[in-house]
């Protein structure tokens, strides 16, 4: 059994900064693909970035520019520096890993509201 626990999130002003982290804690797994996802109000879930186990990064259109992911392998811990954010990135935000067995995991979510 994996367990992830996500931080980071809150309420920021238009153009202001955040930085989510998730660390994945259980024993004996190994990772493959960590990354971010988010759903607002009255949305589907969609994908905000995601690290692909050999390096490859994909964005969605709406974060290009804006939003930059990254991991920390020795600690199975991913980020999510997320810059220049506007209202449309208000949302809950959540951490998913997949494993090489093919294993996936969500973390609980954390609340990202960016108003003025």
């Known amino acids: 059994q994996v367990q992830l626990v996500e931080s980071g999130g809150g309420l920021v002003q238009p153009g202001g900064s955040l930085r989510l982290s998730c660390a994945a804690s259980?024993?004996?797994?190994?990772?493959?693909?960590m990354g971010w996802y988010r759903q607002a109000l009255g949305k589907e879930r969609e994908m905000v970035a995601v690290?692909?186990?050999?390096?490859?990064?994909n964005y969605a259109d709406s974060v290009k520019g804006r939003f930059t992911i990254s991991r920390a392998n020795f600690k199975n811990t991913v980020y999510l520096q997320m810059n220049s954010l506007k209202p449309e990135d208000t949302a809950v935000y959540y951490c998913?890993?997949?494993?090489?067995?093919?294993?996936?995991?969500w973390g609980q979510g954390t609340q990202v509201t960016v108003s003025s």
């Open positions: 998913n890993i997949r494993l090489f067995s093919g294993a996936a995991y």
């Open positions: 259980g024993s004996n797994f190994f990772t493959h693909d």
């Open positions: 690290i692909v186990g050999g390096g490859d990064i």
